[in-house]
């Protein structure tokens, strides 16, 4: 949620945003999580954002959950 994303410059902020996404918006999102998970085992599919680095961005948090239930190995390209 963008009010999450305040001032991201802060040291330690980013940390603290991904911390707060992969431990409580994930799990409050199972059946979102499971929807996606269900997409990739069924067809070839990717996580994309614009952020260039998957530390940066929410699809590096995201990826072990979908990893988890699909048993599909992550690749950062």
Do not use: W
Request: aromatic content about 6%; some cysteine; proline content about 6%.
């Amino acid at each position: 949620p963008s009010g999450c994303r305040g001032d991201l410059s802060r040291p330690g902020a980013r940390a603290a945003l991904f911390a707060h996404y992969r431990n409580d918006i994930v799990p409050a999102q199972q059946q979102a999580v499971a929807d996606v998970a269900t997409l990739m085992k069924e067809r070839p599919s990717l996580l994309l954002c614009f952020e260039a680095h998957a530390h940066d961005c929410h699809r590096g948090s995201l990826a072990p959950f979908i990893s988890k239930q699909t048993g599909l190995e992550v690749s950062h390209l």
